[in-house]
């Protein structure tokens, strides 16, 4: 676990997510980045099914943007939040896009500069939810005490990951039904049998 | 003459819809906040608490209302972008004539001449064929104080029967099911009771994105280890996630529900010290369900048999549940039908009147709960009463003061005004928060009907594709312009707070149609000066009807983050849960079963038209679009109408996602593209409705009514599909993942345009 | 909570011991790059002396200036050698490089390149593209600091001294290496604009430095990502204009009254000014270039293969910047390679739509 400044923490459950965009129409209302949509959502595969990936930044306890960064652009706050690029160094040159195992930060063609989600810094410093947080009707996104957390929802919070060989650890939690299971193993791919392959039974038959 | 003054392209040229990107001056101008405002969404039903940041007499942004207890915050991408509806280029400033020789198709005139020319044409028209010659159609988007006013103006100002709503394209099937069958008509339950449930039951609703901050309280029941089931014919972003998924086809509805409640029968997974005590006519229910095996119902919906048993086995056998039902069940020929049987399901197993228990619909109207309760529907009187029960005549003709005769009979339905006006018994039209050229069904009738009124006037903030027909338009009110309750999917009494005053000349609703009637001369039964004087009478207008609000008034309501109604005395605390004891609100205290045989919809496919066409929403839009498809970032979330169509459908055809179809039906034909999607059955395609002119799906809709409830069929109609020539890239933003391809080297620099 | 002090000034702070962080100054001392800094504090004394034409031009009262324009260069070439020597700062610096020199390609680039000079080092259209306000903020205090430095440093260096002509004063001659150029009236037009020359620019710099100031307190979302940084740069270009302007005003209406005093507490903030330029943000007038090289980088990738994803197969960026970073990786302590391959082979966006499978297959009865 990150060590808190603030004593409130940010949750992410993609498996909650509805897709509805809320939070991308929420983020540009955010004071640090009015106007830019710094959160993703997409489809996974809208062929398939109508599962979608929203994603924030998970703020990595040693992120990996900061490193591949020429330009010492992204800093991390004591609290662990890693800002957005600082402005004046930024060089545009979309190494940190690159590597963030996360595919979080985004880079901005005319101003030639990366940006990302900052977890809405002028709202969460101040005990504030982040704009995404506070409109998810879905609390695919969620902001609070973990007090709050397990007094309201099933399931562990987790904050490692692992992309290969690459452990991670963010300040982001997301959620598991099983924590002791260890880290999330993001290139492990999918492979249970699920009723959403065949959602109309056509293969089980309509008697 | 209610044609086009001039071509389509003019009038979207100076009326729109124009898209709005950012706040009044910019998104870096905003910070100089005045004043936030603590009010409500306008867009549906949840109604969810929201507040208005305001500089300078405009809406320039909004606050999360995290007190508010029903969303704690929460909004959709509506409620976020619902402020740009304001400060919009194509706000309507001024009253506007029609005037063929103006470039714009109308030039604005002075409010004492708009006025004056309505009054006259009223009376001309009534003149000359009759009272109900002349027409209303109003809106459930407008407050209950606006409701109500509407009512009394079309029975006392105009002296119309003919007043009706578009709340009856929405939540009226179960408006009518749930008076038959409970004896009153109002959702049973606070939503906080669907946490408590241990089955959660989900019928036709998109609950995702059509009532998206639902979605947590459902959330929050399977926190709890609480079961989904749902039933849809698309896999919807919460189906998905389903515990059971019945993904049956349009038009079976009431089959799947009777079937399950066969093997509730069966199994005899029945309540019957409920059903004894507080029901009656279960006999015939149970009856009529007797051939409806799971066999029958499984090949008749398309639905594996065991998905059917398992339905009615967690339903059945849980203790606490919530049957949740939208559109999907109600906008049908059998709307009614279909749901009384899933009140059935509810009365069979024992779960009304207790925690976690009930079966409601989810209203997806902005004041869908409330408008239909203060009586501009065309057989409903104030506090829900009727307008054909001589005793509820009385008691509201003296709260009006006026002689009991003085108040119409039961007029037209909303369809079927238009059907009077296409077959030119109905003259004239008054319109207000009404869009039907959009939102009814059979987009061909509905424009031939408009070009065949003699005078028509539409009160609106924005010149709707309906009032771009219109003799007179009046320019009224947004809802952050004015003050008022609205009554939310709970029955919830909330408290609208105006933002800001009405832009330019534009006026508020009430002051329009206030001084209509006093140039109608029927000054004295509108003698209001504000808002409040209008909710004052209301009150006492709807006392010891069922929606009795005569114990609210605003300050309680603002004070108590919302009243339920009934709330009869001032000191009572209003009454979030409906029939607590089991104590139905017939006068026997009982619920009825009602006996729901099988029938099919109006149409069904046959060889020439082989493909299910149903419609809906899409989160991003709100009903005909007025608003929302005039706010950018919605636009941008979902440009287009695409027909949904499943991979097997779409090979036979030669179809990928974003080819164009051409969608016949025996109303019309439109091309669009097409999305090939496994959530979808593949018989049946999906559009969604919020466009207009060759864009709308209604152009494919069939007229057909509930003999009931008298709401179209939306959700049933046979099309035929075939290939047409062209491919557009689908521009749906979750889409076009690839932005991030600006980041790298490939060239696609400006793509996320940061300026 | 207090958010300035919440703030680190440079780079992640250390919080496992796994690796040591990005190097910062003063940590340890780059011999390799101390000799270059004292190489360069002596090309500087070289063109001081030769340019003042063996110190008679020079103006000992400038002294004081011209040693913190040694300590500036010292710190400043350190910090720049530092930095150039992080592994993804030596990657692009060698890649641009690399990208200008391709072949067939040279004379088209260097033109290129004095575009870019142009367009985005001196006009500054990137920031023109962000908002209005802030470029011409930006231009202001730009350009009030580029002639403050032309007039000041050849001041400094005694490359340019003036000399009355004839008696009374009223006419003075400007010496460039001591080769005198033209003359002019005190009291003319150009006589004026030549001795307020550092005036102007100070007024130049305290409208940017204002303008600056008055967005950033009127914006709360500006304030809560502000770092201590930034407020201190605008703080020292405002101490610098302000004090320098003291110095006219002692001179024309106080009758010189203060003059000594003034006169240090300019050279002071000029002093610690120069001396703060490697440490903060001013930092990135020498960092900023390397955006064109960026340009040339980005050009060359255009031309060359794409990296196509792993996953949905569609090109995202170049092969060459893929392959760039998945070296530059383990060399800032990272390993994110697998059996199938390497994580930075899936284009971001499925990346994003990993995470989500991975975390919903963990969660049951919601995906």
Redesign the interface.
């Known amino acids: 676990m990150s060590p808190l400044?603030?004593d409130k923490m940010f949750v992410i459950?993609?498996?909650?997510?509805i897709g509805c965009e809320a939070c991308v129409q929420a983020c540009e209302e955010?004071?640090?980045?009015?106007g830019q949509s710094l959160i993703?959502l997409?489809f996974?595969?809208r062929g398939a099914d109508t599962?979608?990936?929203?994603?924030v930044c998970m703020h990595c306890?040693?992120?990996?943007c900061?490193?591949?960064?020429?330009?010492?652009a992204i800093?991390?706050?004591?609290?662990g939040v890693?800002?957005?690029a600082?402005?004046?160094?930024c060089?545009?040159?979309?190494?940190c896009?690159?590597?963030?195992?996360?595919?979080?930060p985004k880079y901005f063609a005319?101003?030639?500069?990366m940006m990302k989600c900052?977890m809405c810094?002028?709202r969460s410093?101040?005990g504030l939810a982040p704009m995404c947080a506070s409109v998810c009707p879905s609390e695919a996104l969620w902001f609070g005490t973990p007090a709050d957390f397990q007094a309201n929802r099933r399931?562990e919070l987790i904050h490692e990951?692992r992309?290969?060989?690459?452990p991670v650890a963010t300040k982001v939690a997301?959620?598991?039904?099983?924590a002791a299971?260890g880290p999330?193993?993001?290139?492990?791919?999918?492979t249970?049998v699920?009723w959403q392959d065949d959602p109309f039974g056509i293969e089980e038959g309509w008697a | 003459m209610a044609q086009l003054p001039v071509t389509e392209e003019q009038l979207i040229e100076r009326f729109g819809p124009h898209l709005n990107r950012e706040p009044p001056g910019g998104w870096?101008a905003g910070?100089d906040v005045e004043r936030e405002v603590e009010t409500h969404c306008c867009f549906c039903g949840q109604q969810c608490g929201i507040k208005l940041k305001v500089a300078d007499n405009q809406v320039i942004g909004f606050e999360p209302w995290y007190d508010f207890p029903f969303n704690q915050g929460k909004l959709c991408p509506k409620g976020v972008k619902r402020y740009l509806q304001g400060a919009h280029p194509d706000r309507l400033l001024d009253p506007l004539e029609r005037d063929p020789s103006a470039e714009s198709g109308f030039r604005p005139i002075a409010w004492d001449a708009a006025i004056d020319r309505v009054a006259t044409e009223i009376r001309r028209i009534q003149d000359a064929y009759g009272p109900d010659s002349f027409a209303v159609l109003s809106g459930v988007s407008l407050t209950n104080e606006k409701s109500y006013l509407m009512g009394k103006f079309a029975r006392l100002g105009i002296g119309t029967a003919n007043l009706d709503y578009n709340g009856r394209l929405c939540m009226v099937s179960a408006g009518v099911a749930n008076k038959k069958a409970l004896g009153m008509d109002r959702a049973p339950n606070p939503w906080s009771d669907i946490p408590l449930a241990d089955v959660v039951f989900v019928a036709g609703a998109n609950v995702a994105e059509c009532a998206p901050i639902t979605t947590s309280y459902v959330?929050r029941a399977?926190d709890r280890g609480a079961k989904?089931i749902v039933a849809d014919p698309r896999v919807t972003p919460l189906a998905?996630?389903a515990?059971l998924y019945l993904g049956l086809r349009p038009g079976t509805d009431s089959a799947l529900m009777g079937a399950i409640l066969h093997v509730l029968v069966a199994n005899d997974w029945i309540d019957h010290r409920f059903v004894e005590h507080h029901t009656v006519d279960f006999d015939a229910a149970a009856a009529a369900v007797a051939d409806m095996t799971p066999e029958w119902a499984a090949r008749l919906c398309g639905v594996p048999r065991d998905r059917i048993v398992e339905a009615a086995r967690l339903w059945g056998t849980s203790d606490t549940g919530m049957l949740l039902h939208a559109r999907g069940i109600e906008h049908h020929t059998k709307g009614v039908d279909n749901v009384l049987s899933c009140i059935n399901l509810g009365l069979a197993t024992g779960k009304y009147g207790r925690p976690g228990c009930g079966v409601s619909t989810i209203t997806g109207q902005g004041n869908g709960q409330g408008g239909r309760e203060q009586g501009h529907k065309c057989d409903q009187l104030p506090g829900n009463r009727d307008i054909t029960n001589p005793e509820h005549r009385a008691a509201v003709a003296a709260v009006w003061g006026c002689d009991v005769d003085e108040i119409p009979g039961k007029g037209l339905t909303a369809q079927e005004i238009m059907d009077a006006i296409h077959d030119g018994e109905i003259k004239g039209l008054l319109s207000i928060c009404f869009n039907p050229l959009v939102s009814l069904p059979d987009t061909a009738h509905t424009a031939e009907a408009l070009d065949r009124l003699e005078f028509y006037t539409a009160i609106d903030f924005f010149l709707s594709e309906t009032a771009q027909h219109a003799d007179i338009v009046l320019a009224g009110s947004l809802q952050e312009e004015d003050e008022g309750t609205t009554t939310s999917v709970e029955g919830r009494t909330i408290k609208i707070n105006a933002a800001v005053d009405p832009p330019g000349n534009a006026r508020r609703d009430w002051e329009i149609i206030v001084d209509i009637a006093d140039r109608l001369g029927r000054r004295r039964y509108f003698d209001f000066d504000s808002t409040r004087e209008i909710f004052d009478e209301m009150k006492l207008a709807s006392h010891g009807g069922t929606a009795d609000y005569n114990g609210m008034t605003w300050e309680r309501i603002e004070a108590e983050h919302g009243i339920f109604w009934p709330c009869p005395e001032p000191g009572h605390p209003g009454t979030p849960r409906l029939y607590e004891g089991g104590v139905f609100a017939h006068t026997d205290g009982r619920a009825r079963f009602h006996a729901v045989p099988f029938r099919e919809s109006a149409e069904v496919v046959d060889d020439e038209y082989p493909i299910w066409l149903t419609t809906g929403r899409v989160v991003s839009q709100y009903l005909s679009g007025t608003q929302t498809r005039r706010i950018a970032a919605l636009v941008e979330q979902y440009p287009e109408p695409l027909c949904e169509i499943h991979p097997r459908h779409a090979e036979r055809l030669g179809v990928l996602t974003g080819d164009l179809v051409t969608v016949t039906s025996r109303r019309g034909s439109m091309t669009l593209p097409a999305r090939v999607v496994e959530s979808i059955r593949p018989d049946t395609v999906f559009i969604p409705y919020h466009w207009a002119g060759d864009r709308a799906a209604n152009q494919l809709t069939n007229r057909a009514l509930d003999p009931m409830s008298k709401i179209p069929e939306y959700k049933v109609s046979a099309v035929r599909v075939v290939k047409a020539d062209g491919h557009v890239e689908i521009r749906d933003k979750r889409v076009t993942?690839?932005?991030?391809?600006a980041?790298?080297?490939?060239?696609a620099a400006g793509t996320e345009n940061?300026? | 909570?207090d958010?300035t002090s919440?703030?680190?000034p440079?780079?992640?702070?250390p919080?496992?011991s796994?690796r040591r962080t990005?190097e910062v100054f003063g940590v340890r001392v780059d011999v390799r790059a101390a000799v270059w800094s004292t190489g360069a504090v002596l090309v500087v004394l070289v063109g001081v002396y030769l340019g003042s034409g063996g110190l008679q031009w020079f103006d000992a009262a400038l002294a004081g200036y011209l040693i913190g324009v040694l300590l500036g260069v010292f710190a400043t070439v350190y910090r720049y050698l530092i930095?150039i020597q992080?592994p993804?700062?030596a990657?692009?610096?060698q890649r641009g490089w690399e990208s200008f020199r391709r072949s067939g390609r040279v004379g088209r680039n260097a033109v290129g390149l004095v575009g870019l000079v142009g367009t985005?080092l001196l006009a500054q259209g990137?920031?023109r593209?962000?908002?209005t306000v802030r470029w011409a903020a930006h231009q202001l205090v730009f350009w009030g600091c580029i002639l403050a430095a032309a007039v000041t440093f050849p001041l400094t260096f005694g490359w340019v001294h003036f000399e009355s002509v004839g008696q009374d004063g009223s006419e003075y001659k400007a010496y460039l290496f001591g080769v005198g150029t033209g003359s002019f009236q005190a009291m003319s037009v150009v006589g004026f604009i030549t001795f307020h020359l550092l005036n102007i620019a100070a007024f130049l710099v305290i409208a940017g430095v204002l303008v600056f100031l008055y967005r950033r307190l009127?914006?709360?979302?500006?304030?809560?990502?502000e770092?201590e940084g930034d407020f201190l740069a605008l703080a020292g270009l405002f101490a610098v204009s302000v004090t320098g302007l003291f110095l006219t005003a002692s001179s024309l209406w106080l009758e010189g009254r203060y003059y000594s005093f003034l006169n240090n507490l300019h050279a002071l903030t000029v002093i610690l000014g120069l001396l703060y330029i490697p440490f903060g943000?001013l930092f990135?007038i020498f960092?900023?270039p390397?955006?064109l090289g960026?340009h040339l980088?980005?050009d060359a990738?255009?031309e060359g293969a794409?990296?196509e994803c792993r996953r949905c197969g569609?090109?995202?960026?170049?092969q060459?910047?893929?392959q760039?970073?998945k070296e530059?990786?383990p060399m800032?302590?990272?390993?994110?390679?697998?059996p199938?391959g390497?994580?930075?082979e899936t284009?971001?966006?499925?990346?994003?739509?990993?995470?989500?499978?991975?975390?919903?297959?963990?969660?049951?009865?919601?995906?």
Not at chain 3, 333 to 338: E, H, L, N, R, V
């Open positions: 400044v603030f459950d993609q498996s909650r997510c955010c004071g640090t980045h009015r993703h997409e996974v595969d599962r979608t990936a929203p994603m306890e040693d992120p990996t900061a490193h591949v960064c020429p330009a010492d800093k991390q706050n004591e609290d890693v800002q957005s600082l402005k004046p160094r060089i545009g040159c979309s190494n896009v690159l590597a963030c195992p996360f595919g979080v005319l101003p030639d500069q900052d810094y002028d410093s101040a399931g990951f992309f290969g060989s690459q997301t959620v598991v039904d099983d299971l999330i193993d993001v290139m492990a791919g999918e249970a699920r | 870096n910070l959330w399977r989904l998905r996630t515990d993942a690839l932005t991030d391809s980041a790298g080297t490939n060239g940061a300026s | 909570m958010r919440a703030t680190a440079t780079g992640p702070p919080r496992r796994r990005p930095w992080r993804p700062t990657r692009l610096n985005n990137f920031i593209r962000r908002s009127r914006d709360p979302g500006a304030l809560a990502v770092r943000k990135h960092q900023r390397a955006n960026i980088y980005r990738g255009r794409q990296q569609r090109p995202y960026a170049s060459m910047q893929v760039d970073i530059v990786l800032v302590g990272f390993d994110y390679s697998s199938d390497h994580w930075q284009c971001p966006a499925c990346r994003r739509a990993g995470v989500t499978i991975a975390q919903t297959g963990r969660v049951g009865g919601f995906g």
